[in-house]
């Protein structure tokens, strides 16, 4: 966790971020999904990765991104795990990532944790 928390200040520090920010007003919800800033030409568009969920393409806004969003994305129930691939990284229901593009994620059957 450490490692991930000190690549996401990197990157944001690399590419002008300021804290608490992500360079595009905090509007509170943590991650930066498709609908975050509506349509239009807002300057942002160049933001915007391809990730893989279950095989399924979706455009997010790179940088940090919850795993609840990512669930959001693919109508991924909270009783099922989630993965990072190629590694089958478990991710945590409370936890963030950090995109670039390209990133695939994969869920399955019950964690066998009741919610």
Known sequence: MKKELAA???YNQDHGYEAGGYGHGNNGDGGHGQEDHGG???GHENDMVTIYVNDNSYQVHQGRLDVSKIREL???PITDVLYQ?????LLA????VVVHGGERFKSGGSSGYSS
């Not at 691939?85 to 990284?89: G, H, I, V």
């Not at 229901?93 to 963030?96: A, I, M, Q």
């Open 8 to 10: 996401f200040i990197q």
């Open 40 to 42: 239009g030409d807002n």
């Open 74 to 76: 693919d109508d991924i």
């Open 85 to 89: 691939m190629p590694d089958y990284l």
């Open 93 to 96: 229901n409370d936890s963030f």
